[in-house]
């Protein structure tokens, strides 16, 4: 069974940065696409940003410019958070999706003071 483990949330004040890691516990093949969500409280799981097999991204529209998702050569994906804004406080998930299923992380909170 394949496990993404978090890391890198935390307490930070408006305006500066965190990075979020995630790793899998092992090799995880046919990857479509890793991401990550966020759920803030009393609402929804929403995308926050989505790196393709090929390459391609997409970020949410209120994290544009300020958030970069990338990831290295063994399957841990990061996302870079700049300028974080009290609206980004929530947990954030990291997901992994291959073409027989995906996989989730058990989140990691970012708290952003206002």
């Known amino acids: 069974q394949v496990q993404l483990v978090e890391s890198g949330g935390g307490l930070v004040q408006a305006g500066g940065s965190l990075r979020l890691s995630c790793a899998a516990s092992?090799?995880?093949?046919?990857?479509?696409?890793m991401g990550w969500y966020r759920q803030a409280p009393g609402k929804q799981r929403e995308l926050v940003a989505r790196?393709?097999?090929?390459?391609?991204t997409n970020y949410a529209d209120s994290v544009k410019g300020r958030f970069t998702i990338s990831r290295d050569n063994a399957n841990t994906v990061f996302l870079q958070m700049n300028s974080l804004k009290p609206e980004d406080t929530a947990v954030y998930y990291c997901?992994?999706?291959?073409?027989?299923?995906?996989?989730w992380g058990q989140g990691t909170r970012v708290t952003v003071p206002s």
């Open positions: 997901n992994i999706h291959t073409i027989l299923t995906e996989y």
């Open positions: 092992r090799s995880i093949y046919s990857i479509n696409a």
């Open positions: 790196l393709t097999s090929g390459g391609s």
